[in-house]
């Protein structure tokens, strides 16, 4: 199977730390950001999940300097989706986010 590609019985949580894991073992992400969003998924299973996703959405866009109001629209427009889209909306979302901090950990690199 496709690396990129999720199983679809995959949970989001498994295939996020999946794909940060592979980035970090390809030198593309720091190893400590992979241990900080284990830990951090491991704090959220101790809220149901309809309240872990939005806030995980939340933190990305704001990571991603996205204006709250137009955060907040999305969310309403995510939650409305059936669960196939809207796990599919998350991955995209996530894709970014990882984007994100690959450029931001080669910048760094190139800087020291």
């Known amino acids: 199977m496709d690396a990129d590609r999720p199983d679809p019985l995959e949970t989001f949580e498994t295939w996020l730390l999946r794909r940060v894991a592979h980035a970090v073992e390809g030198d593309e992400l720091p190893a400590d950001l992979l241990a900080e969003l284990s830990a951090g998924i491991e704090d959220?299973?101790?809220?149901?999940?309809?309240?872990?996703?939005?806030?995980?959405?939340?933190e990305i866009a704001d990571a991603l300097e996205i204006?709250?109001?137009?955060?907040?629209?999305?969310?309403?427009?995510?939650?409305?989706?059936?669960?196939?889209?809207r796990e599919m909306l998350m991955r995209q979302i996530a894709e970014a986010w990882l984007d994100s901090q690959r450029k931001a950990y080669r910048e760094e690199e190139l800087d020291s």
């Open 44 to 58: 959220s299973r101790k809220t149901p999940q309809e309240e872990n996703h939005p806030k995980a959405v939340r």
């Open 67 to 85: 204006p709250s109001e137009e955060v907040e629209q999305a969310l309403t427009i995510i939650e409305a989706q059936p669960t196939v889209t």
